[in-house]
């Protein structure tokens, strides 16, 4: 405060000189040479002047550079905004691709079926301990009774047990309740496809004597009126005969992928009425 006090006055004197001489500086005209009073006031601000230049320069490249990582930002922000759109895209068209996949062949299915057939999609499954069941978007509405086959491109799903005026459930052919009959494509053994639950079955009521292989693949026998002949069941991979007993132990994998099913196909012929 006493240091304030006492050179206040010569601050305030210097201070003031100081700017007359930048304003005089700047209104130079830069159109004629200076006099020697101009020239002696450059003299003297010149040394007061580069260091003024240089902190000028260096706020100057400090503003450029901010003003650059905003740009540069808002540029980083735009283009993930449309990489995120592009993922979105690419994730949309090989979904479509994929489902077009599917129903080109399910249509080969229908094309190949000699009955009418409504195509149905999956909306809900019953895996539990002791049903296997799937429900889908179709129902009294659409013609479909009780008791028809559910087939998919690959082959033999379910029969409907449950109908709605808007949808319907499908026991599995993995089910316990479920019985189809069959026959070994290869060897045309006949037999009875029944449900073993964990997505597997067994053909049962093959004799011993019966020609049955690991690999030998499972299709319906038509008998019974439900299934249409000839639709794939499934692949035996497992054949067991026993030292007693008249018939033999057969376990198939199912051919269709039942947990991943999306859309069937609903035979209509038949069915309880």
């Known amino acids: 405060m006493d240091f304030l006090k006492k050179y206040m006055y010569p601050?305030?004197?210097?201070?003031?000189?100081?700017?007359?001489?930048?304003?005089?500086?700047?209104?130079?005209?830069?159109?004629?040479?200076?006099?020697?009073?101009?020239?002696?006031?450059?003299?003297?601000l010149s040394p007061l002047l580069q260091p003024v230049s240089r902190v000028s320069g260096?706020?100057?490249?400090?503003?450029?550079?901010?003003?650059?990582?905003?740009d540069t930002h808002r540029?980083?922000?735009?283009?993930?905004?449309?990489?995120?759109?592009?993922?979105r895209r690419v994730q949309d068209g090989s979904e479509a691709f994929l489902a077009n996949q599917r129903l080109e062949k399910l249509l080969d299915m229908k094309k190949s079926?000699?009955?009418?057939?409504?195509?149905?999609?999956?909306?809900?499954?019953?895996?539990?301990?002791w049903f296997r069941t799937l429900i889908i978007n179709r129902g009294s509405s659409s013609g479909i009774l009780?008791?028809?086959?559910?087939?998919?491109?690959?082959?033999v799903v379910g029969?409907?047990?449950?109908?709605?005026p808007a949808s319907a459930r499908v026991v599995?052919?993995?089910?316990?309740a479920s019985g189809i009959a069959a026959t070994i494509q290869r060897s045309r053994a006949r037999g009875v496809v029944k449900g073993k639950g964990e997505m597997l079955c067994s053909l049962e009521f093959t004799t011993r004597e019966e020609d049955v292989k690991v690999g030998d693949m499972v299709i319906t026998s038509g008998i019974g009126g439900v299934f249409?002949?000839?639709?794939?069941?499934?692949?035996?991979?497992?054949?067991?005969?026993?030292?007693?007993?008249?018939f033999q132990t057969v376990s198939i994998r199912p051919a269709v992928n039942l947990p991943h099913l999306e859309e069937v196909l609903v035979v209509q012929k038949g069915g309880y009425e």
């Open 228 to 246: 249409l002949k000839g639709l794939p069941i499934g692949e035996v991979t497992m054949v067991k005969r026993g030292e007693y007993g008249i």
């Open 75 to 87: 540029e980083n922000m735009r283009l993930r905004e449309e990489i995120r759109e592009l993922n």
């Open 11 to 44: 601050l305030l004197t210097g201070i003031g000189i100081l700017a007359a001489l930048l304003v005089f500086s700047l209104n130079v005209p830069r159109n004629r040479e200076a006099n020697i009073l101009e020239r002696t006031v450059f003299t003297i």
């Open 146 to 155: 009780e008791g028809m086959a559910v087939i998919s491109a690959d082959g």
């Open 159 to 164: 029969q409907t047990v449950k109908v709605s």
């Open 58 to 70: 260096f706020i100057e490249d400090a503003w450029d550079g901010y003003i650059q990582l905003v």
């Open 172 to 176: 599995l052919l993995t089910d316990h």
């Open 113 to 129: 079926v000699k009955a009418p057939t409504v195509a149905a999609t999956v909306i809900g499954e019953d895996a539990t301990s």
